[in-house]
């Protein structure tokens, strides 16, 4: 094994050219990528197994494509951390630079977007009026974490478990789910609440994630009836108001106001959607990043306030 000193050679550069083959399994797309030569691409490689002391890339030659070997996995993994890390480096000190001013990047999913981001980014606007908040929203919490990693959000709304990785969070409400039912449904006029029997029975229209903690239906018992899967609630409310289907939603994604459909309180041991925000463990909370997660936590206390007393009402 080569002497650990000698990792001290391990440039940046080496584990970006290792990554760029990993990704296009050529050295010359590789070098595309990179604005390179192929040359230094390969140079770059050959430096990084001397320096390591072993082959991290099989040249294949010819029209195969190009792998890396079971100890470039290895190295491919860590090295992308590294990068990762810089990146988040460079985030930071772009930000601190910004001062109180500048840009906030904020991940977020749809039921947060409609119900908890307004009230906050309101309030934020009226506290921190120099600080733009730009959001990025999809339902892959594992792209939003991913860009956490990397430095290009600084705070990204997630589901609890929080998934693997340098982060941090903060619980911020616990989001109970629903059962929306087509407004002529008997489930829908009785007083009694459905059991797990009545639901478990039902066509489902349900969410297309990629996580079981945003697939309720997995909690139901034997082998639920999923008639169609989509991510866009208003699309869910339409075909539950068609008769389609019922659908199990999360508090936050239901339009009580949406016409043909009616929403019903369940009780069948179906565990809440624990909803919080994360950032990552090495990067420091800049003082717009800290207004955010502490106005967010007043919104969400809120909305389970005024949730509280209308299930006290209803």
Not at 84 to 97: E, G, I, T, V
Request: hydrophobic share 45%; aromatic share 4%.
């Amino acid at each position: 094994m080569r002497d650990p000193d000698s990792w001290l050679g391990v440039e940046v550069r080496h584990l970006a050219a290792l990554d760029a083959i990993a990704r296009e399994r050529s050295f010359s797309r590789a070098a595309r990528t990179l604005g390179y030569t192929q040359s230094a691409v390969s140079q770059q490689v050959a430096l990084l197994e001397r320096i390591v002391g072993v082959r991290l890339v099989e040249r294949s030659g010819g029209p195969r494509p190009v792998s890396l070997t079971p100890a470039g996995d290895v190295m491919l993994r860590h090295g992308r951390r590294v990068v990762d890390q810089l990146a988040a480096a460079r985030a930071d000190l772009a930000a601190w630079s910004a001062g109180s001013a500048g840009e906030l990047r904020v991940g977020t999913y749809h039921s947060v977007g409609a119900k908890i981001l307004p009230r906050t980014v309101g309030r934020l606007a009226a506290a921190l009026p120099d600080v733009h908040v730009a959001l990025v929203e999809t339902p892959d919490e594992g792209q939003l974490l991913r860009l956490v990693e990397r430095g290009e959000l600084d705070l990204t709304f997630m589901l609890f478990p929080l998934a693997d990785g340098p982060f941090v969070a903060v619980e911020l409400l616990r989001d109970p789910f629903m059962l929306l039912v087509e407004e002529g449904s008997p489930l829908g006029r009785e007083k009694a609440k459905p059991t797990m029997a009545d639901v478990a029975g039902l066509p489902l229209i349900a969410y297309d994630r990629v996580r079981d903690v945003t697939r309720p239906e997995t909690h139901l018992r034997g082998t639920p009836q999923v008639v169609f899967r989509s991510n866009d609630d208003e699309t869910i409310h339409g075909l539950v108001a068609t008769g389609m289907g019922a659908a199990l939603l999360p508090r936050l994604s239901v339009d009580h106001g949406h016409p043909g459909v009616r929403a019903v309180e369940i009780d069948i041991g179906l565990p809440p959607r624990a909803i919080g925000l994360a950032w990552h463990r090495d990067r420091d909370l800049l003082p717009a990043a800290r207004e955010f997660v502490t106005t967010t936590e007043r919104v969400c206390a809120e909305l389970a306030e005024e949730h509280q007393v209308a299930g006290h009402g209803a």
